[in-house]
Nanobody, 125 residues
Framework: QVQLVESGGGLVQAGGSLRLSCAASGRTLRQCVMGWFRQAPGKEREFVATISWTGSRTEYADSVKGRFTISRDNAKDAVYLQMNSLKPEDTAIYYC??????????????????WGQGTQVTVSS
């Protein structure tokens, strides 16, 4: 069993930056694909970014490419999401996720085995 705890959310003005962190406990993340998803009010949860367990592969949703960067530190069992040039449409609850296979199933959410509880990100205009 893996417990994922996100932190780093908050209120920021458009154009600003935030760094989300996800810490794991209960089991090492070293063999897990990791990612971030988000859910805005009234919308379905959507894929944001994913990173392979070695960190050598990453993928991003088109809406965040060039602005967000996902990274991981396997020694600390942690994953990060650096968010720059934030826009009001980035406002959402952001969830950390862990799974076994890198690819489309993970990006769809069906390949996610563990979810964090979420952290709120609010971007004001």
């Amino acid at each position: 069993q893996v417990q994922l705890v996100e932190s780093g959310g908050g209120l920021v003005q458009a154009g600003g930056s935030l760094r989300l962190s996800c810490a794991a406990s209960g089991r090492t993340l070293r063999q897990c694909v990791m990612g971030w998803f988000r859910q805005a009010p009234g919308k379905e949860r959507e894929f944001v970014a994913t990173i392979s367990w070695t960190g050598s592969r990453t993928e991003y949703a088109d809406s965040v490419k060039g602005r967000f960067t996902i990274s991981r530190d396997n020694a600390k069992d942690a994953v990060y999401l650096q968010m720059n040039s934030l826009k009001p449409e980035d406002t959402a609850i952001y969830y950390c996720a862990a799974g076994g296979l890198y690819g489309s199933e993970f990006r769809r959410g069906t390949g996610v085995d563990y979810w964090g509880q979420g952290t709120q990100v609010t971007v004001s205009s």
